[in-house]
């Protein structure tokens, strides 16, 4: 990307100011060399997204950028209602709510090493995962709305997991306001045998060692030291997240003209936030959010159930679960004064800092916990939320590696086995259904995680807590 096109804010923050009909400026968090290498077309669509009605602030893009779909993909937008904000389906993805939840174990490498293929084997075997895969959990009508309407909290009420495990799940484990109406049959329908699944893509389960720790006192606190086992589990909504995403998206288009809104790329289709599209949108969102939340407590159920067998001096407690691809109503201040805006975070996580009220209460001296997944075989890291968070960009971090390469080039580029052999030369265990998508989702068809972390945190986005090296991943 063309650094002449930017104003440097400091060493980690890049402003694009204001020019045409954008209504705010935009801003980019990344060292030079990240900024230097991303795509031309991440400066285009955050750009575009400044443009958008009742924006606020800034559009931000995070460490992580690269291109997407309207917004880029670490995009993050606020706004308000009063001022005639907008809700865009392709501002928070076609995989609402995709996320990561980590669990700890209480074991150490020692314990999982003579098992470790015994191990993978059980998880691969017990977590479906690839394009398509369905579970042993069959919902019909009434479940499904159940489950749309309770997300986390009505998996463990049906069993999957225990009632503490909410507390340490954004919103505890429950999107409010959700409207299961809204929410087509054939998203439903989609959706009927998918619960319990890791899907495809990027989404896996991998079971982690603690390998270094740079904020002692934080890590001490979210539980961790080095040596300690954890399994990260990164999933969404899956087939009903996408549905409502492509739904929407088409009427969302279909009504700019009507509500005034002119569209800078048809690909940023919205709505008004007060307006009956904006929140049919909104009740179907956060139904998928539940969705979401519902996954990975059912996942989680099935990840303990496995320990048990193999390994069951394990304890799993959830450390924290954090959602990307969302739009949540916060309060954040504008002007010097609070608003109530709808803050959107596409491939962007929510980082709020020390004290914030909506913290579990056993975390909200360290601030919220931050989970950054890396790419198959490379480190992942914990982060944690700052003070000055709120201020750089609505309480927002980045979400993962960002990919540097498109799944195309990267299928062309390496084979599934190849990969898999070189990750088991390093100790590292894979588990897939597809050789191509472990081709696709090679270690170097993303960008470097160390390098996007470290940004975050000279950013003042993020501390940067503990990185966790993958022992086994079962890989969708």
Known sequence: MDLNLFTRRSEHEWEIPQHEDMRVPAVIFASEALIHDMDQKVYEQAVNVAKLPGIVKASYAMPDAHWGYGFPIGGVAAFDPDQGGVISAGGVGFDISCGVRCLHTGLTRADITPLQKDLADALYYRIPAGVGSTGAIRLGAAEMDAMLVGGARWAV??????????????????????????????????????????????????????????????????????GDIVVMI??????????????????????????????????????????????????????????????????????????????????????????????????????????????????????????HPDLPEPLRAAGQPVLIGGSMGTGSYVLAGTMDSESRAFSSACHGAGRAMSRHQASRTWRGRQVIDELAARGIIIRSPSMRGVAEEAPDAYKDVSAVVDAADAAGLAHKVARLEPLVCVKG
């Open 234 to 355: 990164h999933c969404g909504s899956r087939g009903l997240g996408h549905q409502i995403g492509t739904e929407f998206l088409k009427r969302m288009a279909m009504s700019a003209q009507q509500h005034g809104i002119r569209l800078p790329d048809r690909e940023l289709a919205c709505a008004p936030i007060n307006s009956d599209l904006g929140r049919s949108y909104l009740g179907a969102m956060r139904a998928g959010i539940n969705c979401a939340l519902a996954n990975r407590q059912i996942l989680t159920h099935l990840v303990r159930q496995v320990f048990a067998d193999l390994l069951p001096q394990a304890v799993l407690p959830v450390l924290y679960d954090v959602s990307h691809n969302t739009c949540k109503v916060e309060e954040h201040r504008t002007n010097g004064e609070p608003c109530k805006l709808y803050v959107h975070r596409k491939g962007a996580t929510r980082a709020f800092g020390p004290g």
């Open 157 to 226: 009420e049906n069993g999957w997991g225990l009632a503490a495990d909410l507390e340490r799940i954004e919103e505890s484990g429950q999107m409010l306001h959700a409207k299961p109406d809204e929410v087509s049959q054939h998203a439903k329908q989609r959706q009927r045998d998918e619960m319990g699944t890791l899907g495809s893509g990027n989404h896996y389960l991998e079971v982690q060692e603690v390998t270094a720790v740079f904020e002692p006192s934080i890590a001490q606190v979210f539980g961790l030291k080095i």
